[in-house]
């Protein structure tokens, strides 16, 4: 079972990005696909998940309103667009594979990808 981020780079301030997790091994309703992000010197933190099924999505108070997850199944990928990027927003996004979005166990991680809000 593989993840692979990708879509990464460098934005300004209040410009858009989407990174892409491409899925190997399973397909994307097997599981729930979440997107995990961590700067330099803090903690990880959940930005947002999307079930198996589809029917639940959840996304961080830091990031309601400005990102959306989607499935894209033909290419077996998940997908966060992220809109009107704040500096604090940088970090490393990595995509995760667990049974459902509230569990706490995550047994599948990618290497992540770089997000920079700069100007």
């Known amino acids: 079972l593989q993840l692979e981020e990708s879509g990464g780079g460098l934005v300004q301030p209040g410009g858009s990005l989407r990174v892409s997790c491409v899925v190997s091994?399973?397909?994307?309703?097997?599981?729930?696909i979440g997107w995990f992000r961590q700067a330099p010197g803090k903690e990880r933190e959940a930005v947002s998940c999307?079930?198996?099924?589809?029917?639940?999505?959840d996304y961080a108070d830091t990031v309601l309103g400005r990102f959306t997850i989607s499935k894209d199944h033909a290419a077996n990928s998940v997908h966060l667009q992220m809109n009107g990027l704040k500096p604090e927003d940088s970090g490393v996004y990595f995509c995760?594979?667990?049974?459902?979005?509230?569990?706490?166990?995550?047994?599948?991680w990618g290497k992540g990808t770089l997000v920079t809000v700069s100007s």
């Open positions: 091994g399973f397909t994307i309703d097997n599981y729930a």
């Open positions: 995760t594979a667990r049974d459902t979005c509230l569990d706490d166990d995550i047994p599948f």
């Open positions: 999307i079930s198996s099924a589809g029917g639940y999505i």
